[in-house]
């Protein structure tokens, strides 16, 4: 969309996207103008300590804020929230989940699961009934949640079985939850999980 004011930047209307959240390869005209105007969305950017980040292949792009100093102090633009042990939690059976998907399945472009076949993912990892009780019942707290930072997005609901609503699992998830992390939490999982 080009805009008749000339101090209006061309690439003004993905740029407020983009600092409101990710943009997707889906979300066609978005993602359009992301490719189109990348250099001097970088080059805006920068001048506020981001990172523009554009992955083609998996199809999203999205800001990361810049250090401005060795502690890691950053100009506090974009909200970090802390995730809760529940929340982490689900982030890296998705991230993991992909990560399987993604190296078995050479036919489907996206991951899609739905909330029955994620608790019954979750049923193998619980070895305490009471703990798998609770997280399973706070289960679509946490669905909603992944979907609100864009790790996850409703594709089919199903009113008369909500247990069936279908979601895609995107692959922005893999630059917020590398291999390396992903190896990490999965070894406390299993260490916390042999203690108990």
């Known amino acids: 969309m080009e805009y008749q004011d000339p101090n209006i930047a061309p690439y003004a209307k993905v740029a407020i996207k983009l600092l409101q959240g990710a943009v997707f390869e889906d979300q066609t005209d978005l993602w359009n103008e992301v490719i189109q105007y990348q250099v001097p969305l970088i080059q805006y950017f920068e001048k506020i300590a981001l990172d523009l980040v554009v992955?083609?292949?998996?199809?999203?792009?999205?800001?990361?804020?810049?250090?401005?100093?060795?502690?890691?102090?950053?100009?506090g633009l974009i909200r970090r929230i802390p995730l809760t042990y529940e929340l982490t939690l689900v982030c890296v059976f998705l991230r993991d989940w992909l990560h399987e998907f993604e190296a078995n399945d050479m036919e489907t472009a996206n991951l899609y699961i739905t909330i029955r076949e994620f608790r019954e993912r979750l049923e193998l990892f619980f070895k305490d009934r009471a703990n798998e009780v609770k997280f399973i019942r706070?289960?679509?707290?946490?669905?909603?949640?992944?979907?609100?930072?864009?790790?996850?997005?409703?594709?089919?609901?199903?009113?008369?079985?909500?247990?069936?609503?279908?979601?895609?699992?995107?692959?922005?998830?893999?630059?917020?939850?590398?291999?390396?992390?992903?190896?990490?939490?999965?070894?406390?999982?299993?260490?916390?999980s042999e203690s108990l």
């Open 55 to 75: 992955d083609k292949r998996d199809g999203y792009a999205y800001l990361k804020q810049k250090p401005l100093d060795d502690t890691g102090t950053t100009i």
């Open 138 to 192: 706070d289960l679509k707290r946490h669905i909603e949640s992944c979907v609100s930072m864009d790790f996850l997005k409703l594709v089919h609901n199903d009113p008369a079985n909500p247990d069936e609503d279908r979601y895609e699992v995107k692959r922005i998830i893999k630059a917020r939850v590398t291999l390396d992390e992903l190896t990490y939490f999965k070894q406390q999982l299993e260490d916390e």
